[in-house]
């Protein structure tokens, strides 16, 4: 029954993956050989082995690859985005460091970015929003909603995008999921269904589509984003805030947390840069 064909990765539960083809029949694929570098969002060759199975023989090139790394090991997060959503809540309250990281991971791959801050009708509204104060100076979209009461203010921002949905566990991204696409929950079980999901890793992304334009994918609850792939340059170039004044320090090597004459640390003095977002910077940056 071999077939070659060509699909789109919509599910990703460790080794295997659910692909759908272009009229909407969906197999459940494994990659070929024992190193498997495929994600939720790809465009990938398969050859189908049986009326519901396939095997995947290779990656279409991509646009673009979000992932995180740690000195060991990388994970793939997702493949062809446009857009990385950012979900962040007024309770629990959110990691501040894991924000910029993924963030960086985003301006590295050239992605447009949107902070949902999510729970806005809990009284801790205040407080979040003096966390997210920084980002929006520097121009970063932030938009307040709550996902169980209204979600329609994300969706012009979904429109024409393949978007993928980062944030912490506990920040609402599943009620936000739940909200815009009401057969997420059904999608979910019948993925389990056909995967045997007791069998495999309970960690996945998922792929749905909104519209003929607009794809969303949602990735499980991340606590740490690691960015060992990018060097001390990559970082410093993926806080706007520092643009203006890189190049301006007395050493050209300036790690912007000791040296003298450093434009970064001047700026932050007089204002122009946030505290905090140094501090973040000189955290994720080793120093």
Known sequence: MSEKLQGQVIAAYGRHYLAELPGGEILEC???????DVACGDVVHIERTSA?????????????????????KQKIIAANVSQIIVV???????????LARCLIAAHDQKLDTLIVLNKCDLPQIAAARAQLEPYGKIGYRVLELSAKQDVAPLLPYLQGHTSVLVGQSGMGKSTLINALIP???????EISTVLDSGKHTTTHARLYHLNADSD????????????????????????????????????????HSHEPDCAIR???AEGKIDERRLRLFQQIAGH
Do not use: M, W
């Open 30 to 36: 494994v990659p070929r050989g024992k190193k498997s």
């Open 52 to 72: 519901d199975q396939a095997v995947i023989d290779s990656i279409a090139p991509r646009s673009t690859l979000l992932y995180r790394s740690d000195a060991y």
């Open 88 to 98: 962040v809540a007024t309770e629990p309250s959110f990691n501040d460091e894991l």
């Open 183 to 189: 057969e997420a929950q059904a999608a979910t079980r």
């Open 216 to 255: 969303l994918i949602d990735c499980p609850g991340v606590q740490l984003f690691g960015l060992h792939h990018l060097d001390f340059a990559a970082i410093e170039r993926s806080f706007p805030e520092f643009l203006p004044h890189l190049g301006n320090c007395r050493f050209a090597n300036c790690s």
């Open 266 to 268: 001047k700026a932050t």
